[in-house]
């Protein structure tokens, strides 16, 4: 099981992180990943971290702005958003795979970040 | 690179559909394909993972294939039901990144 908290809304130019709590399967042994969708949108994949935090990728659209960590002990994920815009507003899932590149096994409910002023 | 699908398909209860993924750049091949169903309001779900592969639960209506000629993969849903009236989604992972597919609305009528 996956959950999602520290959603919210934020004015443009502002900062808030997310945390995904983990439980239900060896946590360390899977990458994470962090998912999100606009409001009517597709989804939108945002950030990778490997199993032991060596590797971390970004998409484009968030290079710079997001930092992506995790902590095995506490069975944690992380997104630290920074310089947010309205078009960050979206559903932010974190996603769970076992293998590199390989399928989004567990997923989380969501949760919500609005940018707005 | 980007994967494309048609916006919407719509078919009656019964028939057989396929949605196409289609890569621009680079060999569709060369990485696994994953789709994933979501339902209004619900959180995506894995339907055929690794191109071909049934997750466990997923029923035997639901295919996977690769079409290299085409640069493409293709979900297909046979014996089409009004529960599968949902918005689906091709997913590969290359150079670092998950790329997902546009997005594709399947209607059954």
């Known amino acids: 099981q996956l959950v999602e908290s520290g959603g919210g809304l934020v004015k443009p130019g502002g900062s808030l992180r997310l945390s995904c709590a983990a439980s239900?399967?060896?946590?360390?042994?899977?990458?994470m990943n962090w998912v999100r969708q606009a409001p009517g949108k597709g989804l939108e994949w945002v950030s990778f971290?490997?199993?032991?935090?060596?590797?971390?990728y970004y998409a484009d659209s968030v290079k710079g702005r997001f930092t992506i960590s995790r902590d095995n002990a506490k069975n944690s994920l992380f997104l630290q958003m920074s310089s947010l815009r309205a078009e960050d507003t979206a559903v932010y899932y974190c996603?769970?795979?076992?293998?590199?590149?390989?399928?989004?096994?567990?997923w989380g409910q969501g949760t919500l970040v609005t940018v707005s002023s | 690179f980007k994967l494309t699908q048609p916006p919407s398909v719509s078919e009656s209860p019964g028939k057989t559909l396929s949605i196409s993924c289609t890569r621009n750049?680079?060999?569709?091949?060369?990485?696994?394909i994953h789709w994933y169903q979501q339902r209004p309001g619900s959180v995506p779900t894995a339907v055929i993972y690794?191109?071909?592969?049934?997750p466990s639960g997923v029923a035997g209506r639901f295919s996977g294939s690769i079409d290299t000629s085409s640069n493409s993969a293709s979900l297909t849903i046979s014996g089409l039901k009004t529960e599968d009236e949902a918005d689906y989604y091709c997913?590969?992972?290359?150079?670092?990144?998950?790329?997902f597919g546009s997005g594709t609305r399947v209607s059954v009528l």
């Open positions: 996603a769970a795979n076992r293998n590199d590149g390989g399928n989004l096994e567990y």
């Open positions: 239900g399967f060896a946590f360390s042994n899977y990458g």
């Open positions: 971290i490997g199993s032991s935090g060596s590797f971390i």
């Open positions: 750049r680079g060999n569709i091949g060369s990485n696994y």
């Open positions: 690794e191109d071909d592969q049934r």
């Open positions: 997913l590969t992972f290359d150079n670092g990144q998950y790329v």
